[in-house]
C-alpha cells in the first residue's frame, strides 16, 4: 500500500510562488513515476506534470511550461512541485499521485495512489 501526503498549498496573490511536497509512504520509492494533477471547481481533473522514477524525464502540460518545476528525491521519498508566476487559473485541488513503473505519463488513470490533494488558490 502507498499513502501520498501533499502539502504547501495556500492561498497567494498572482505572480507569487508555491512549492508543493508529496511524501510518500512506501518501500522502494524510486520503482515509481510520479504525477501532479489538479482539478479547480466544475472541471475536469487535468495533468499538470510528472517524472519518471529514476527523475530523469519529465512531462508538462502546455499551460505550466516555463512556470512549474517537478522533481523528486528518492532517499526522501519527496516529490516537489515549484510553482512560479502564478495565475489566478491555476486555482484549484493539486494531488500527487503514484504508479509503479509508470513512466511519465499523463493519464491519471495510469496512477493507482492518490493523495488527498491540498488547495491552491491564486488571487488577481
Known amino acids: 500500500q502507498v499513502q501520498l501526503v501533499e502539502s504547501g498549498g495556500g492561498l497567494v496573490q498572482a505572480g507569487a510562488s508555491l512549492r508543493l511536497s508529496c511524501v510518500a509512504s512506501?518501500?522502494?520509492?524510486?520503482?515509481?513515476?510520479v504525477g501532479w494533477f489538479r482539478q479547480a471547481p466544475g472541471k475536469e481533473r487535468e495533468f499538470v506534470a510528472a517524472?519518471?522514477?529514476?527523475?530523469?524525464?519529465?512531462n508538462y502540460a502546455d499551460s505550466v511550461k516555463g512556470r512549474f518545476t517537478i522533481s523528486r528525491d528518492n532517499t526522501k521519498n519527496t516529490v516537489w512541485l515549484q510553482m512560479i508566476s502564478l495565475k489566478p487559473e491555476d486555482t484549484a485541488v493539486y494531488y500527487c499521485?503514484?504508479?509503479?513503473?509508470?513512466?511519465?505519463?499523463?493519464?491519471?488513470?495510469?496512477?493507482?495512489?492518490w493523495g488527498q490533494g491540498t488547495q491552491v488558490t491564486v488571487s488577481s
Open positions: 499521485a503514484a504508479g509503479q513503473w509508470v513512466g511519465v505519463l499523463g493519464r491519471a488513470s495510469a496512477y493507482g495512489y
Open positions: 512506501v518501500r522502494a520509492f524510486n520503482s515509481y513515476g
Open positions: 517524472i519518471s522514477w529514476g527523475g530523469s524525464t519529465f
